[in-house]
């Protein structure tokens, strides 16, 4: 079968502080997006989720393995490959509409101005920023900065969009709203995403797919856990879908417990451990009731869970 | 009542203007002669008085006298202050434009480049502090040509300031915006006018700025050397008349005419900045 997107054997080395060795961020990276999929990736810090992504933009190249898009392997920053970064990268010099027309212009140069600016407006508009299209960068609130990032990005209309936590710098209200500005651009679209967050909620609000990495170094893509609630989706209605907090309990847990265990399992059984390099992810629908988790163990883990809430607000939707 | 703090400083700086003047005005008139003169000072003519500083009112007087003619030409040595001022901008606007050119084309290279920025370093190191005037004798030589060769020491002395701060500005313009525009396919080109040239503007105004200013120090001096036109070689031909009151009016009209320069420098600066 064909995929969209194919990452096979993905890994990124750094020569080790004392020169000898090397120091492995991630390996064996193995995993599929099909089309207009929208796919996060969730990890502790230090897993190598950013430059995953940077890989697949092309601005990173990878120590092994290789990423196909559209049946070509990606070599170097495309056009096809849309990024949002998560501190915006605007042009500080130019406006908020010349920013989003900066793109537009790169995609079709053929293009007149007056074709650039209808194009760029729409795409304004469509998150809400029809009145600051004149403001620098420096006039934009975080919230808007990260729109007009967002705008750039969607009006270039690429193949792939990549977005690397883009939300990460926001607060929780305005991340909220900018969450469903995302998705109502994204129905609109029909774009192919591959995010990055640390955002649980976030995830599960938005994506169909979600990539679960254990902790580095010597990171891995070892779940990928399918997000069975029927969309539209919205903020209010999300979180009482009876498979919700199940969800979201199978992937609290592993960031809390199993994506350490698996790499500490991993480093002791040692290098003589065959893993397999072209293991694809164990792929979980936390929503079915026979998920493998026993239900004793799910509802401990809930409890646990809540209580991780109050203490991490940042990881509750608001 | 004034409240405003500019209309504050405007009265505290004529009131310092006024002292001084005043000070001045009074020091260089001689005491009256209270008593009779000795007989040196007979023997000198009353010479002693004039080996005085000429009092403000006398320097007024010659720039109203000058600025009321100031491009009049009667001979080499009689020319008005507009036509020297004249000169000397012409000499160091094309020195320092033609200078501009080479190192704002270099600076790119060198800071596109990490490899030309370390090989090239050492040698900028070693030429910049020299004194643009120990270039004079080699550039007389090699040009044999007094005009040129002035052009030439504004050109070798405001290359640095230019080339360092472009240099810079280029090499760290941010690594976002190189990815902006190599995510969007930007050909070199196209990253160097759009992304590169607008970040690192700020940073190559500054040295633009740095390079006028000693630009207009050194023109100075090189014009005592080189001679024939302009204000430096007025200072000193006005020296050798022992015409004080012309040479303290032309002190002031140089520093009239290096700040109009970096004023206007400041506005373009203006002009590119930006906030991030």
Partial sequence: MKHFLQVQGLAKRYPSPDGKGRLTVFEDANFTVEKGEFVCVIGHSGCGKSTILNILAGLDEASAGTVIMNGKEVAGPSLQRGVVFQNYSLLPWLSALNNVAFGVRARWPEWNKWQVTEHSMKFLELVSLKDAINRKPAQLSGGMRQRVSIARAF??????????????????????????????IWHETKQTVFMITHDVDEAILLSDRVLL??????????????????????????????????IRNHLVEFLLSRSRELTDHAARSGENMNTDPAAI???????????GIPDLALKRRTARAQVIDHLKPTSTSA | MLRSLNARATVVSLLFLAVLLGLWEINSHAPAASSAKSEYELLMG???QETRVPPPSAVIERAVEELSDPFYDAGPNDKGIGIQLAYSIYRVLSGYFMAA????????????????????NPYIQVLRPISPLAWMPLALFIIKDSEASAIFVIFICSIWPMLINTAFGVASVRKDWVNVARTHELSPWRTAFTVILPAAAPTILTGMRISIGIAWLVIVAAEMLVGGTGIGYYVWNEWNNLDLTSVIFSILMIGVVGMLL??????????VRYQE
Avoid: W
């Fill in chain 2, 262 to 271: 970096d004023m206007a420098l400041s506005a373009v600066t203006r002009l």
């Fill in chain 2, 101 to 120: 050119l080479v190192a704002i084309l270099c600076g790119f290279l060198i800071g596109m480049s990490p490899l030309m920025y370390k090989s090239l």
């Fill in chain 1, 155 to 184: 009006a270039t209309q690429p193949q792939l969009l990549l977005l690397d936590e883009p939300f990460g710098a926001l607060d929780a209200l305005t991340r909220g709203v900018i969450q469903e500005e995302l998705l109502k």
């Fill in chain 1, 281 to 291: 992810p164990l792929e979980v629908d936390p929503s079915l009731e026979n998920s």
């Fill in chain 1, 213 to 246: 990495m254990t902790n580095g170094p010597h990171a891995r893509v070892a779940e990928s856990v399918k997000i069975a609630i029927p969309r539209p989706r919205d903020r209010n209605s999300v979180i009482h879908h009876p498979a919700y907090y199940r």
């Fill in chain 2, 46 to 48: 009353g010479a002693e």
